[in-house]
């Protein structure tokens, strides 16, 4: 399977478990803080219900020709925003999975070779780019639902790996715009899972160990890869995630502040 085809299996799971769940959840849930801060449940299901609408215009738009609606983003935040906590969830539901039928539409050549165009980027970038931040999206939304209800949720483990090899590569960019690297008070090269983590003048992830790490991270791949997505709070960090060398885990939470 190429990366384009383990990112569109995982929204498939990611959707198929996240929905699961949401038709079980009654209205207190629904209106139950999540892990997001400052968002309701009802409120990060209609973050991704509004954020599968809107990628799947350009997605669309890219595969078959299909004229883009001309409301922008804030138009579909606003329509969202004023839904009721449980149309919020249905809603959730049945346009993700368009957008994911969609995605899992596409042929091999589509996937190798459509440039989808988001709008906020320079230039139309790769299907496996525009997907993969999608995931990005619902992989960590999904840990903000489930972890209201179960304070030692994880990340799912296909999606987590997916991610960081996404972060290794077409998703590279994301880091930079993410990070704090002046957070730490000396450049830092962090050996995880089979990766080196480079904070110096910016923040680099690449998919071989480092040859010389000043910093190691023990622990599973998903509570690394909500680090980078500033989710690994304290009282969500796995006893068995350590780390050692010239930065601090505390260090590194102020690198990844979150998003």
Not at 49 to 54: C, N, V
Not at 75 to 85: C, E, G, K, Q
Not at 90 to 96: C, K, L, P, Q, V
Not at 209 to 231: I, M, Q, Y
Request: glycine fraction near 10%.
């Amino acid at each position: 399977m190429t990366l384009a085809d383990r990112v569109i299996s995982s929204l498939r799971s990611r959707h198929d478990d996240l929905a699961g769940l949401v038709a079980t959840l009654d209205d207190a849930a629904l209106t139950a803080p999540s892990g997001a801060s400052e968002w309701r449940v009802c409120d990060v299901l209609s973050h991704l219900g509004s954020g599968a609408e809107i990628t799947l215009r350009p997605v669309a738009m890219a595969a078959t020709g299909a004229e883009v609606p001309s409301d922008g983003p804030q138009a579909v935040w606003d329509r969202w925003n004023a839904l009721s906590p449980r149309e919020q969830a249905t809603g959730f539901i049945e346009h993700d999975e368009v957008l994911v039928a969609t995605l899992e539409g596409l042929d091999d050549e589509q996937r190798r070779l459509l440039q989808v165009d988001l709008g906020f980027l320079p230039a139309p970038v790769p299907l496996v780019l525009a997907a993969g931040m999608r995931l990005s999206e619902v992989a960590h939304h999904d840990w903000d639902v489930r972890v209201g209800f179960d304070p030692e949720a994880g990340l799912d483990e296909e999606a987590a790996g997916t991610l960081l090899e996404l972060h290794a590569g077409p998703m590279a960019m994301m880091l930079g715009f993410s990070s704090r690297p002046d957070a730490v008070a000396e450049p830092v090269v962090l050996a995880v899972a089979g990766h080196g983590l480079s904070i110096g003048d910016g923040v680099e992830l690449v998919a071989e160990p480092p040859v010389a790490p000043t910093a190691t991270f023990n622990g599973p791949v998903e509570a690394f890869v909500r680090l980078l997505a500033g989710r690994l709070g304290p009282e969500h960090t796995p006893g068995d995630v350590e780390v050692a060398g010239n930065v601090t885990l505390d260090g590194l939470r102020a690198v990844f502040p979150g998003y």
